[in-house]
C-alpha cells in the first residue's frame, strides 16, 4: 500500500500564480523527496529533504518538512505552462531501502 | 546526473506470450535496482528489489514466477513478464539506486516501457 497520500489531487492555476502541493506519510523516515512525470514519461528527481531538515529550496521550488506532523509541501513559485505534470512525494523509510510513492498531484498552468 | 535507459520503450504483445524489459544504468554500477508498476493516472508501486547476485525481493501480491528479474551484473537488471495477458498491460520503471547511499540518496528512474497485452 502506498505509504503518502497527496492533496489536492489535481490543481488549475494561471501561469505566474504559485501551485502549492501537500504530502503526508505514516512511518519514521530518513528522507523525503520530490518528483516530476511528464505524462507517459519517466520520473525527474527534482528534490531531496532529510528528516532533520526543515526547508529546502532550489530555483523556484521550496520545499518543507514537519516530521512531527508527518508531511511535506511543494510550492512551485511563479508558474509556468511548462510545469504542467504530475508530481509524487516519495519517502525513504529508517528501516530499509525502499523508496515509496504518494498518489501524486496533477498540475495543469494554463497559458 | 547518471542516467538509466530502458529497452524496450514500447511493446505491444499476443496474450500469452513472454516480454522481456531491460534496464542499464549507463554511467555507474547499481548494486540495487527496483521495478516498478504504474496504472494509467495512478502512482507507482513497488514490485520488487533486485540485488545483483542475488533473488529479487518482491512485494506483496506481485508473483515471482510471473515476474521474473534477472539482475546479473552491475549495470543490468531485466523484467520478464511471463505468459502476458491483457491485465498485466502498464507502464514499467525500473530505477536504479547511485551506491554513494547516506545523505545524497539518489535513485535515478528509467524512462519507462509502455507493454501493451493484447
Known amino acids: 500500500s502506498q505509504q503518502g497520500e497527496e492533496d489536492p489531487q489535481a490543481l488549475s492555476i494561471q501561469e505566474g500564480e504559485n501551485a502549492t502541493m501537500n504530502c503526508s506519510y505514516k512511518t519514521s523516515i530518513n528522507n523525503l523527496q520530490w518528483y516530476r512525470q511528464n505524462s507517459g514519461r519517466g520520473l525527474v528527481h527534482l528534490i531531496l529533504i532529510r528528516s532533520n531538515e526543515r526547508e529546502k529550496h532550489s530555483g523556484r521550488l521550496r520545499v518543507t518538512l514537519d516530521t512531527s506532523k508527518k508531511s511535506s509541501s511543494l510550492l512551485i513559485t511563479a508558474s509556468r505552462a511548462a510545469d504542467t505534470a504530475s508530481y509524487f512525494c516519495a519517502t525513504r523509510e529508517t528501516s530499509g531501502s525502499r523508496l515509496t510513492f504518494g498518489e501524486g498531484t496533477q498540475l495543469t498552468v494554463n497559458p | 546526473g547518471a542516467v538509466v535507459s530502458q529497452h524496450p520503450s514500447r511493446v505491444i504483445c499476443k496474450s500469452g506470450t513472454s516480454v522481456k524489459i531491460e534496464c542499464r544504468s549507463l554511467d555507474f554500477q547499481a548494486t540495487t535496482m527496483f521495478w516498478y508498476r504504474q496504472f494509467p493516472k495512478q502512482s507507482l508501486m513497488l514490485m520488487a528489489t533486485s540485488n545483483e547476485g542475488s533473488k529479487a525481493t518482491y512485494e506483496q ?58
Open chain 2, 61 to 118: 501480491g506481485v508473483e515471482k514466477d510471473k515476474f521474473l528479474i534477472n539482475h546479473a551484473s552491475l549495470t543490468l537488471s531485466t523484467l520478464t513478464v511471463t505468459s502476458a495477458h491483457p491485465e498485466d498491460s502498464s507502464f514499467y520503471i525500473c530505477s536504479a539506486r547511485s551506491p554513494s547511499g547516506g545523505s545524497t540518496d539518489t535513485q535515478y528512474f528509467g524512462p519507462g516501457t509502455r507493454l501493451t497485452v493484447l
